[in-house]
Antibody, heavy 122, light 110 residues
């Protein structure tokens, strides 16, 4: 079964660093891009960025460029989203998701993780 | 890039049809076949309903259909059912090599 399993809820303070994970299984990890999507409380979906684990090619939405870092470890088929210094405005649910077609970062996300809730207090 | 524009809410009675619009530009919706639609129930992850403008993934009801004209895509739900009540988001590939979501539409079944 193809699935993405994300790490658990995080409660952090402003200024702290954080790295959340997305463990992939059931498919060839290196040939599918993996994206990250933010959803702030009561708000809509926001496309953050996407990585190709095969060569770590990464693209960011302009809104998130420089604010977060997306990475992947092929050896353990896991993608990551990290912050060096959290802000209260980073309070949100974060989803990882995989496009339906290999090699393509344009295709729709047909596989989604269950989400990781990040709570940042000041 | 700016979010694609969707109506905030759309409602209909059971059995009726509704259409949700998604307006972008020639740099996203108007320029690519990669337009998709997602359904999200409260507290759940989004679910892909339509991809490549008008294609349905396996298992998605044929009551859901998609189309595009110029820079505006549309999702139509026919034979509205109670379980269709959810938030719906469009998404498009962009000329920047990224993707962008729509603002989201809350569908209410009266």
């Amino acid at each position: 079964e193809v699935q993405l399993v994300q790490s658990g809820t995080e409660v952090k303070k402003s200024g702290e660093s954080l790295k959340i994970s997305c463990k992939a299984s059931g498919y060839t990890f290196t040939i599918y891009w993996i994206g990250w999507v933010r959803q702030m409380p009561g708000k809509g979906l926001e496309w953050m960025g996407i990585i190709y684990p095969g060569d770590s090619d990464t693209r960011y939405s302009p809104s998130f460029q420089g604010q977060v870092t997306i990475s992947a470890d092929k050896s353990i088929t896991t993608a990551y989203l990290q912050w060096s210094s959290l802000k209260a405005s980073d309070n949100a649910m974060y989803y990882c998701a995989r496009p339906s077609a290999p090699y393509s970062r344009g295709d729709a996300f047909d596989i989604w993780g269950q989400g990781t809730m990040v709570t940042v207090s000041s | 890039q700016s979010a694609l524009t969707q109506p905030a809410s759309v409602s209909g009675s059971p059995g009726q049809s509704i259409t949700i619009s998604c307006t972008g530009t020639s740099s996203d919706v108007g320029g690519y076949k990669y337009v998709s639609w997602y359904q999200q129930h409260p507290g759940k992850a989004p679910k892909l309903m339509i991809y490549d403008v008008s294609n349905r993934p396996s298992g998605v009801s044929n009551r859901f259909s998609g189309s595009k004209s110029g820079s505006t895509a549309s999702l139509t739900i026919s034979g509205l059912q109670a379980d269709d009540e959810a938030d719906y988001y469009c998404s498009s590939y962009t000329s920047s090599g990224t993707q962008v979501f729509g603002t989201g539409t809350k569908v209410t079944v009266l």
